[in-house]
């Protein structure tokens, strides 16, 4: 069970991403007919993010003491100290951003340019600060990894 | 495709108002106090109110001021050019973002 918390927590998070995407591209093209789909879309974003957020949480809360304490004996200290360390306070920007997403598209961005431009710069940044954040995910638990062979556990190769 | 007007030529369509601004607005002040909640003395003391962790009151301090921010706002019936708040959104996310790298990077 905690496997599927482990994967689902980065699962949900490129969920997101891929949403709010979704959002840009509606946005682009905002008309009458694709109203709802934005307001939909958005607000899979914000569940995704959310989404990604708790289960995030418990896998912190829970299991990272532990990792943390491998990492930082491990070659990539750095992989905890840079990265974990701004990656779990950069995850706030897209989340908030998220939070936001389904009431900045709440009006009709076909008749407001400002609207439509507020609406792709959130979407755009979720993307951008969501893809950051998954490479920070991938770096941090490949650190583990490194830290486990340079020890000489057997079988981590 | 419709495309998107420049600044310099926002008109009064291209203005917010309501939630969207109200809660743009908090976005953009919510995200540079998410930044700022880094801050060593501050991690501290949201560590001290949980006993341990700063992280769950460092996320829910973020929420929470998004949330009380923006319903202050719209309250006051904040309104704002779409393209400004855009710009604010743009700028604050940059600065977040790049400000925790380089904390992060130089601590």
């Known amino acids: ?157 | 495709m419709m495309s998107v007007a420049p600044a310099s030529t926002a008109t009064a369509t291209d203005e917010l108002k309501g939630p969207a601004a109200g809660f743009g607005l908090a976005a953009a002040i919510a995200i540079l106090i998410n930044a700022l909640l880094a801050w060593e003395p501050l991690n501290a003391y949201m560590a001290s109110l949980v006993g341990g962790d700063f992280w769950r009151t460092h996320g829910v301090a973020a929420v929470v001021a998004f949330f009380a921010l923006g319903y202050l706002f719209t309250y006051q019936k904040f309104r704002i050019d779409g393209f400004r708040l855009a710009g604010l959104l743009a700028a604050a996310s940059v600065v977040a973002g790049g400000g925790l790298a380089l904390w992060f990077a130089l601590a």
């Open chain 1, 1 to 157: 069970m905690n496997d599927v918390i482990l994967f689902a927590h980065p699962i949900f998070g490129m969920l997101g991403v891929l949403a709010s995407v979704w959002v840009f591209v509606e946005a682009l093209n905002a008309s009458e007919a694709n109203r709802s789909r934005i307001r939909i879309a958005a607000f899979i974003v914000a569940g995704c993010f959310v989404a990604a957020w708790a289960l995030g949480s418990y896998w912190r809360m829970a299991f990272y003491a532990s990792e943390k304490a491998i990492i930082l004996k491990g070659p990539w200290p750095w992989a905890h100290n840079f990265v974990m360390e701004t990656k779990e306070r950069l995850f706030f920007i897209p989340l908030i951003l998220s939070l936001y997403l389904p009431i900045a598209v709440a009006g009709n961005l076909a008749k407001n340019g400002g609207a439509r431009v507020v609406a792709l710069v959130v979407a755009g940044f979720i993307v951008l600060n969501g893809l950051a954040i998954e490479g920070a995910g991938a770096v941090i638990s490949y650190a583990v990894k490194v830290a486990f062979v340079h020890a000489g556990v057997v079988g981590v190769e």
